[in-house]
T-cell receptor, first 111, second 111 residues
């Protein structure tokens, strides 16, 4: 079992839809959870960074962590065509050094 | 200020050739990471430096891969006798505090 599992999609939604992206992880010791967005032919850019269980909101984006079920989510409200990208969940390893990434979910928002 | 830069952005190598990929981290960032991202996959950890010390090279797939950061700033990832399976995007990231900043990557194609 991989340490981080993420459904690669692709996911296609109309403009204005609410998008839900999810990952599960296997090691309950993981503490830091991140969502990155990666546009085609670009490096990943940090969207959200959370530490504890619960919700964190930033504009149209909400990150949710449920440590009891080892489940993390990213919600995008009022999705826009500019949100079309690959979304990667990432977890900081136990050693506090490298990030462990999911496979990424490719999202396409049509206008 | 400038972000993480990588060069070349694209590299085509014939099988068996040696290649060198360069990463210029953000000035003052002590930690530097190399990742390999195959098509349709999330980034996979290769190696990690703190200043000039290579603290973790557990992700390097074979002894054909070698990384260095001799003065604690610029880093080079070298791949000897390239194989087709080395075709991927090689991402560099530097870190200050909790946040990782990624470069745009070098897309390596081995023919």
């Amino acid at each position: 079992q991989k340490e981080v599992e993420q459904d690669p999609g692709p996911l296609s939604v109309p403009e204005g839809a609410i998008v839900s992206l999810n990952c599960t992880y296997s090691n309950s010791a993981f503490q830091y959870f991140m969502w990155y967005r990666q546009y085609s032919r670009k490096g990943p850019e940090l969207l959200m960074y959370t530490y504890s269980s619960g919700n964190k909101e930033d504009g149209r984006f909400t990150a949710q962590v449920d440590k009891s079920s080892k489940y993390i989510s990213l919600f995008i409200r009022d999705s826009q065509p500019s949100d079309s990208a690959t979304y990667l969940c990432a977890i900081e390893s136990q050693a506090g050094t490298a990030l462990i990434f999911g496979k990424g979910t490719t999202l396409s928002v049509s206008s | 200020g400038a972000g993480v830069s990588q060069s070349p952005r694209y590299k085509v190598a014939k099988r068996g050739q040696d290649v060198a990929l360069r990463c210029d981290p953000i000035s003052g960032h002590v930690s530097l990471f190399w990742y390999q991202q195959a098509l349709g996959q999330g980034p996979e950890f290769l190696t990690y430096f703190q200043n000039e010390a290579q603290l973790d090279k557990s992700g390097l797939p074979s002894d054909r891969f070698f990384a260095e950061r001799p003065e604690g700033s610029v880093s080079t990832l070298k791949i000897q006798r390239t194989q087709q399976e080395d075709s991927a995007v090689y991402l560099c990231a530097s870190r200050f505090g909790g946040e990782f900043d990624f470069g745009p990557g070098t897309r390596l194609t081995v023919t």
